[in-house]
């Protein structure tokens, strides 16, 4: 499924697979930023991401731990889903949906009956079937980033138009909500979400789902707000960047080559795109071939049996405050971090930033392992988790940007998108600490020298 699907990473919106004419990275410091609002149709924010598991309950139980959000909403047995369980997760503005089919057999023999269990699905473009190959070729992993739109039966004909392939044609929730989904890379699709009127609507999210009483006896906030930008790894970025941007007409955010961002062992190439408010940023990267060490991104890409969701990078208030709490919960069922860079690193910091950062909380970013880089509009806080499952493929990104700050026609103050960058600084430390941990990986891989005959 995974190997059949890669070719929507590289089809462009004529249907050809040949590199775009005209495609050409320029890299970091000859790219200008520009904003030609180009949008085919009108994009709000991200709405929510949707995994796709083996058992929905207890990955949606770690998150929630890990990342403090809590369990907002579900759709499983308890409320007449006979097809998938599916668990919402909430922080903020942040939605992680985690879905698992019940048994197919089940299924089967409920439709064999006329039942018609898939109008009990609150996910109605959900396939047990699907997923369960889904889960097969990439393990836990993202199948669906959805996005809000204005209308999504719109969205989902401007983008078949122009080049998407289809995945599931729009369907009516309830008379209030439409959804819609094409595919994005790899298996993974982009889900369109449009609301008749959001205001009337009882519950904040999608028909089907009930609302779970917050009954846990210990805080579930660590300081997460929102999604700032998803990540997919794709085996050529200019067929990949070509069709995405063909459909859906965001532009060009930024830019990185391996010159940019590599280390002497190992690199990769990436372009960011961005809707009209830049409020939706997908970057895409590529691995970079004959170097040293295998790319992290081909890596990903064998591991994940092709292209696929590479990371999230979730936004925090405090990113302090997150780190502290995620950090408590680290060996007990929460999420690990790479390693923290040499000391030189935060002995260096003060000269990058001492004037956005005080002494004490230089400290705290060495005493927590957070990384910091700026650009000429702001200053960006990240650090990265190991990979979240069995195989090195998908993980987390925590960040904070300071500055950038804007008031919008009403007057509302609001940050400007991609504030601080996207830790280009950052990426060769981030690369070697990938490096260090793929190594210890390799090892264990490889025979014991000390066992053969002499």
């Not at 190959?133 to 004909?157: K, P, Q, T, W």
Request: aromatic fraction near 10%; charged fraction near 20%; charge should be negative.
């Amino acid at each position: 499924m995974g190997q059949e699907n890669d070719a929507v990473s590289q089809i462009r919106p004529d249907g050809g697979t040949a590199s775009p004419a005209g495609f050409k990275l320029v890299g970091f410091s000859k790219f200008v930023r520009t904003n030609p609002k180009s949008d085919k149709f009108k994009v709000k924010s991200f709405h929510h991401v949707e995994f796709w598991c083996g058992d929905a309950t207890n990955v949606a139980r770690r998150f929630s731990w890990g990342l403090g959000m809590r369990i907002a909403g579900k759709s499983d047995l308890s409320t007449g889903n006979m097809v998938h369980a599916s668990y919402l997760l909430t922080s903020g503005d942040l939605r992680f949906l985690f879905t698992a089919p019940y048994s197919p057999s089940l299924a089967a023999a409920a439709a064999a009956a006329e039942i018609r269990p898939m109008t009990t699905a609150s996910i109605p473009t959900f396939n047990p079937a699907v997923c369960c190959s889904f889960f097969a070729s990439h393990g836990l992993s993202v199948r669906a980033v959805g996005i809000e739109v204005e209308d999504a039966e719109s969205a989902f004909s401007i983008s078949v138009a122009n080049g998407a392939v289809p995945s599931s044609p729009p369907v009516v929730l309830a008379g209030a909500v439409t959804i819609a989904e094409v595919k994005l890379y790899g298996d993974v699709v982009l889900r369109y979400v449009s609301y008749v009127n959001k205001a009337d609507f009882d519950f904040d999210f999608l028909p089907g789902f009930e609302p779970v009483e917050d009954t846990t006896s210990f805080p579930l906030d660590y300081g997460i707000r929102r999604l700032d930008h998803a990540v997919g790894n794709v085996p050529e970025l200019a067929q990949a960047v070509t069709y995405v941007s063909g459909f859906t007409g965001f532009h060009e955010f930024a830019e990185f080559t391996a010159d940019d961002v590599g280390t002497a062992e190992s690199g990769l190439n990436s372009v960011v795109l961005a809707n009209n408010e830049e409020t939706v940023l997908l970057p895409l990267n590529e691995p970079v071939h004959g170097t040293k060490r295998k790319s992290q991104i081909q890596t990903y890409l064998e591991h994940n049996e092709g292209a696929g969701l590479q990371h999230l990078a979730l936004m925090s208030e405090d990113i302090f405050r997150t780190l502290r709490e995620m950090r408590k919960r680290s060996s007990v069922g929460g999420f690990e971090f790479m390693p923290a860079p040499p000391p030189n690193y935060y002995r260096n910091l003060k000269k990058r930033v001492g004037d956005v950062l005080s002494d004490e909380q230089i400290n705290e970013c060495e005493k927590l392992g957070i990384l910091v880089d700026r650009d000429d509009q702001g200053t960006l806080l990240q650090i990265f988790t190991k990979p979240l499952g069995d195989r090195p493929t998908i993980f987390i990104e925590i960040i904070q940007r300071i500055g950038c700050m804007m008031k919008d026609e009403q007057g509302k103050e609001y940050q400007k998108g991609g504030c601080g960058g996207f830790g280009k600084g950052n990426f060769s430390e981030l690369f070697k600490s990938i490096e260090e941990y793929e190594k210890t990986l390799e090892a264990k891989q490889l025979p014991d020298s000390g066992s053969s005959a002499s």
